[in-house]
C-alpha cells in the first residue's frame, strides 16, 4: 500500500505539480505524482496533464480503469488533499444535474402538449361534426 506518509497537500500546492517534469492527479481524495508513468501511460500523457490543478476523480472514473490500473496507483501516492481547499463547484458537480433535468421536465411537458392540444382540438372537431351530422 501506498503511504505518502500521511501527508496532506493543498490545491494550491498539487496545482503547481502541472507539467511533463512534475505530474501530480487528485483522485478520490488522493494525491498521486504520476511523472514516471505519463510515458507508459495506456492513454497517453495529454490526458493526465489536462487532469491536473483540480479534482480529477470524475475524469479517472468516466474512462472506467481497470483493477490492475487502480492496483498500480498505490505506488504513485505521495499523500492526501485537503478537501477544504478544492473549491466546492468542481468538487460536487452532480448538484448541477436536478436543475437540469428540471429543466427538460419542462421541456418534455411542453412538447407534449405541443402535440396533445392539437390532437385534442382535431378529436372535437370530429366529435362535433359526429354529433351534428347524427342530428
Not at 10 to 16: M, R
Not at 61 to 68: I, K, L, P, T
Request: net charge negative.
Amino acid at each position: 500500500m501506498g503511504g505518502g506518509d500521511g501527508k496532506v497537500f493543498t490545491l494550491a500546492q498539487v496545482s503547481e505539480h502541472n507539467d511533463r517534469k512534475d505530474c501530480w492527479l487528485i483522485i478520490n481524495g488522493k494525491v498521486y505524482d504520476v511523472t514516471k508513468f505519463l510515458e507508459d501511460h495506456p492513454g497517453g500523457d495529454e490526458v493526465l496533464l489536462s487532469a491536473t490543478g483540480k479534482d480529477a476523480t470524475d475524469d479517472f472514473e468516466d474512462v472506467g480503469h481497470s483493477d490492475s490500473a487502480r492496483d498500480m496507483m498505490d505506488q504513485y501516492c505521495v499523500g492526501e488533499i485537503d478537501v477544504s481547499t478544492i473549491p466546492k463547484k468542481t468538487k460536487y458537480k452532480p448538484s448541477t444535474q436536478p436543475h437540469y433535468n428540471q429543466d427538460k421536465t419542462s421541456e418534455f411537458i411542453i412538447k407534449l402538449l405541443q402535440f396533445l392540444v392539437p390532437l385534442a382540438i382535431l378529436g372535437l372537431a370530429v366529435g362535433i361534426r359526429l354529433y351534428t351530422k347524427s342530428s
